[in-house]
């Protein structure tokens, strides 16, 4: 079926320092794969997207990476911040846009 | 440009009730679409909605509806509530054309709704 596993549920990362977040699907016809942010009592804010045709993604601090092959995909922010501090989820389309666990992540100042 | 915005912020209703959220999408954006979101579940796809049809649906009991109007507005509906709705019901817009899904969807505040 239409699943999306996303890792860890929960990271504590120390500012300055990068932090990764692993996500997997499961059908290869998947297409679109976006990141959102979503802080406490906020909307989900979408960071980062990329394509089946494109095999890395930059924005600033954040990039997001895919291996279509291992249908798995990463995001990676470096330098974090305490502002960084939220939940991430993952998502990836299949008829429908299918979301990740989601990850919270830490920021120690 | 304004952002999806959905009214009410909070509702609090008693098992039984039905509820009427409401989603206004960001000018242009065609496709509506409607997600459950609770701490144990996650974000819970509902339905989709394009062109005033509904294009997808997710696997929720036919007690969840929803429609949506010629200026791509988009209501939902739950009858019956359950203590198990309580939850924040959020939707988000996307240009719309081929695939809501393959598209950048915009999030609104959602709607938290609490059955008593």
């Known amino acids: 079926g239409e699943n999306v596993e996303q890792h860890p549920s929960t990271l504590s990362v120390q500012e300055g320092d990068s932090a990764v977040i692993k996500c997997t699907y499961s059908?290869?016809?998947?297409?679109?794969f976006p990141w959102y942010k979503q802080e406490l009592g906020k909307r989900p804010q979408l960071i980062i997207d990329?394509?089946?045709?494109?095999g890395e993604k930059k924005d600033q601090r954040i990039a997001v990476t895919l291996n279509k092959t291992a249908k798995h995909f990463s995001l990676h922010i470096t330098e974090t911040q305490p502002e960084d501090s939220a939940v991430y989820f993952c998502?990836?389309?299949?008829?429908?846009?299918?979301f990740g666990a989601g990850t919270i992540l830490r920021v120690k100042s | 440009k304004a952002g999806v915005t959905q009214t009410p912020r909070y509702l609090i209703k008693t098992r039984g009730q039905q509820v009427t959220l409401s989603c206004s999408p960001i000018?242009?954006?065609?496709?509506v679409s409607w997600y459950q979101q609770t701490p144990g579940q996650g974000l819970q796809f509902l339905f989709e909605?394009?062109?005033?049809?509904?294009?997808n649906k997710g696997n929720f009991p036919g007690r969840f509806s929803g429609r949506q109007f010629s200026n791509s507005r988009s209501e939902m509906n739950v009858s019956t509530l359950e203590l198990g709705d309580s939850a924040l019901y959020l939707c988000?817009?996307?240009?719309?054309?081929?695939?809501?899904?393959?598209?950048?969807?915009?999030f609104g505040d959602g709607t938290r709704l609490s059955i008593l």
């Open positions: 988000a817009s996307s240009l719309g054309g081929q695939g809501g899904s393959n598209q950048p969807q915009h």
């Open positions: 000018s242009g954006h065609r496709s």
């Open positions: 998502a990836a389309s299949f008829s429908k846009l299918v």
């Open positions: 059908d290869s016809a998947s297409n679109y």
């Open positions: 909605y394009f062109s005033e049809t509904q294009r």
């Open positions: 990329i394509r089946s045709n494109v």
